[in-house]
């Protein structure tokens, strides 16, 4: 038991350890077909291959240790802080990896994570991902989100990963105007209009890259989702595709699924639905 913020909590502290022993197999003359080096974060440092798929076997003889506190609200469960760390120890060099050039290094870049849910309408989040050999960051990313109220969202973020992309970005779910009766049906189905979207921007090309622009009209009883999608093939390529989707309320969603774009590109995205159709998923935190 402790005292945070003036408020009383509960501190845990969680050390994780996860031994790995497999020996080198020459694989180089089977066929790869789905596998990919999984990329390097707090869950897949747990993981003892570091392929997807199951095309390709990692040989590992290692070590990794971490440990995560979290300061927990000890009256309704909510999550005030987190702070974590996790590093490498390779007893052996690996020589199966996705370039095939052996990774000799001993130890792992030391992986630092935290999180502050400060009252109802803040958060803050960073990981970061640090080179104790160059002294320096490798990848990093920070966050912080504003919700004042339902389907009320403001989130900026910044990104880097070193040598390769520096991104600043800005993502929001915010009603326009009008107001929507939620009871669904009958003469109770009145108009509200939200925006919802994000929007990337590199600071190493200085230009836009992937981008989503959408507006949903709630009526109640049905809602329609219009937008446009923009991602980015090359430095200078990009796909830009249109949205147009309709849902029944408690019944069927028809055209495109703008829903699931919206939710994997907007933090803190709610359906607007989400209260009046127990069938749909849940809205995201």
């Known amino acids: 038991d402790t005292r945070l913020f003036g408020r009383a909590l509960t501190q845990t502290l969680e050390p994780r350890l996860l031994y790995v022993n497999t020996p080198y197999r020459a694989q180089e003359n089977l066929p790869r077909f789905d596998s990919a080096a999984k990329d390097f974060n707090f869950d897949s440092i747990y993981t003892a291959n570091q392929f997807s798929g199951i095309d390709r076997v990692s040989d590992a003889h290692q070590l990794t240790a971490g440990a995560t506190s979290r300061w927990v609200n000890a009256n309704d469960g909510d999550e005030v802080l987190r702070l974590g760390l996790v590093q490498r120890f390779q007893f052996r060099d690996q020589r199966i990896t996705a370039d095939n050039v052996p990774v000799k290094q ?36 920070l966050r912080a989100r504003y919700s ?39 003469s109770s189905c009145s108009g509200a209009w939200y925006s919802a979207g994000r929007v990337q921007y590199s600071l190493r090309d200085r230009r836009l890259t992937d981008s989503v622009l959408g507006f949903e009209y709630d009526a109640g009883c049905w809602v329609l989702r219009v937008g ?3 991602l980015s093939t090359g430095r200078a390529e990009t796909n830009t595709r249109l949205m147009l989707q309709m849902e029944l309320v408690g019944l069927s969603q028809l055209g495109s699924n703008a829903l699931n774009v919206l939710r994997d590109n907007i933090p803190g995205y709610r359906q607007l639905s989400s209260e009046r159709s127990a069938s749909l998923e849940a809205p995201y935190d």
């Open 106 to 141: 001993r130890f792992s870049d030391l992986l630092l994570l935290g999180a502050a849910h400060l009252d109802t309408r803040w958060w803050l989040d960073g990981a970061l991902q640090f080179n104790s050999d160059s002294g320096r960051s490798e990848r990093a990313v």
């Open 148 to 186: 004042p109220g339902t389907f009320q969202t403001v989130s900026v973020a910044y990104r880097l990963a070193r040598q390769q992309s520096e991104q600043v970005e800005l993502a929001w779910q915010w009603p326009l105007f009008g107001k929507s009766a939620r009871g669904g049906g009958g």
């Open 228 to 230: 446009a999608e923009r």
